[in-house]
C-alpha cells in the first residue's frame, strides 16, 4: 500500500485548508486511516481517525473544527480543517492499517504517506 498526501500550505488564522491522501497497491486491505501531525521538536500524534464503515474519531483539540472524510470507492481519505491557529501548524501525515482495531499509537499503523506541510500565520 502506498499512501500520497496533498493539499498542505500557507493559511492564515481563522482559515481553511483540505487535505488529501490517495492509497494505491493492495488496498483491498486497508481498514482504519488516521491523519497525524507533528510540530518541530514534537512527536507525531494522532488527530483524526475513520473507519471503513465512516465511524470517525478525533483529539479534543480539533473537535468541531476538523472533519476526516472517506472515500472507499476512490481510496481517499480527507481532511477538512477550519478555524486554524498557529497550533494546528505543523507536518499531517496520512496513515493506514490493515488490522481490525482502533489504534493511536503511531508505530501501529504500517502504511505512511510522506506528510504536506501546514503553516499557518498570524
Known amino acids: 500500500v502506498q499512501l500520497q498526501a496533498s493539499g498542505g500550505g500557507l493559511v492564515q488564522a481563522g482559515g481553511s485548508l483540505r487535505l488529501s491522501c490517495a492509497a494505491s497497491?493492495?488496498?483491498?486491505?486497508?481498514?482504519?486511516m488516521s491523519w497525524y501531525r507533528q510540530a518541530p521538536g514534537k512527536q507525531r500524534d494522532l488527530v483524526a481517525t475513520i473507519s471503513t464503515g465512516g465511524e470517525t474519531t478525533y483529539i479534543n483539540s480539533v473537535k468541531g473544527r476538523f472533519t476526516i472524510s472517506r472515500d472507499n470507492a476512490e481510496n481517499a481519505v480527507y481532511l477538512r480543517m477550519n478555524t486554524l491557529n498557529a497550533e494546528d501548524a505543523a507536518i499531517y501525515y496520512c496513515?493506514?492499517?490493515?488490522?481490525?482495531?482502533?489504534?493511536?499509537?503511531?508505530?501501529?499503523?504500517?502504511?505512511w504517506g510522506q506528510g504536506t506541510l501546514v503553516t499557518v500565520s498570524s
Open positions: 496513515a493506514a492499517t490493515d488490522e481490525a482495531g482502533w489504534y493511536d499509537k503511531a508505530d501501529e499503523y504500517a502504511y
Open positions: 497497491g493492495t488496498i483491498t486491505s486497508i481498514k482504519n
